[in-house]
């Protein structure tokens, strides 16, 4: 990593190294010359304790995973988490439907229903990415600021890990419930806004207003392909 490219975990500074290898075997932390504290603590500690740290929604947590480390698998991230949503979609379409003939061939045909839910979900997230890139786009410009996308790109797919909870409701199939859905939307969406809150150095207001329109347009989106299939549908049975 370039020098100047780390961040003091405890006060956002910026810092050109993490720790000193004094090639002898011994390391010594960086002290961060504005705050005095080691620049990133976390360094030291196993990831077991990052990670809770990072579930628990600490800024310094946050900043080591997002300035201070090189992880980039949040497009992986991504699919593996459209692809449990998807299946989740796809079970919940597959219940509502009576089928009760295991040999059916539609159960076969139907698979092509998954990859529809696959795209949905997709759909939704560009959507909801959309929203917040453009809400702090536009309040960063009107404050004279620029933006990167990138970043805050990385930052949205990382911190929506929160979805990988949807593994339990795969694997326990159908005992889920509509409460166990909201409370995981509502710690992913309070990832987002930390996340965002740590790329930006913004006020946690405006993290907020971002995830919440982008959470708004993507509400509005999904209405909407609903509305449309219900009218498709009526006017296909119509013919
Ligand atoms: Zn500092």
């Given amino acids: 990593m370039a020098p100047g490219l780390f961040k003091c975990v405890e006060c956002n ?4 190294e993490l720790h000193r290898d004094y090639s002898n075997g011994i390391l010594k932390i960086t002290i ?3 705050c005095k504290k080691p620049v990133d603590k976390y360094i030291e500690y196993d990831p077991v304790i990052i990670l809770i740290d990072a579930t628990l929604c600490k800024i ?3 900043r080591h995973i997002l300035f201070n480390t090189e992880i980039n698998i949040h497009w992986k991230l991504c699919v593996f988490c459209l692809l449990c949503e998807a299946y989740l979609r796809w079970a919940l379409l597959q219940g509502s439907q009576s089928n009760d003939d295991p040999a059916d061939i539609i159960r076969y045909t ?3 229903e998954f990859y529809c839910m696959f795209a949905l979900a997709a759909l939704e997230l560009a959507v909801f990415c959309i929203g917040v890139l453009f809400i702090l786009w536009t309040a960063q410009c009107c404050s004279g600021s620029s933006v990167e996308f990138t970043p805050l790109l990385k ?3 990382l911190s929506s890990y929160g979805k990988v909870l949807l593994i339990p ?3 326990w199939e159908h005992n889920f419930s509509p409460l166990c859905f909201s409370l995981i939307r509502l710690f992913v969406l309070t990832s987002n806004s930390q996340a965002i ?3 930006l150095n913004c006020s946690r207001r405006l ?9 708004l347009l993507e509400t509005w989106v999904a209405q909407a392909l609903k509305t449309l299939q219900v009218c498709s549908q009526d006017y296909l049975s119509m013919l």
């Fill in 32 to 34: 961060c010359s504005s």
């Fill in 60 to 62: 310094q947590a946050f």
């Fill in 13 to 16: 500074e910026d810092a050109n």
């Fill in 207 to 215: 993290s907020l207003l971002a995830v919440c329109g982008g959470l």
């Fill in 155 to 157: 930052a949205l797919l």
């Fill in 169 to 171: 409701a795969v694997i």
């Fill in 197 to 199: 809150r740590v790329i």
């Fill in 110 to 112: 139907k698979e092509w």
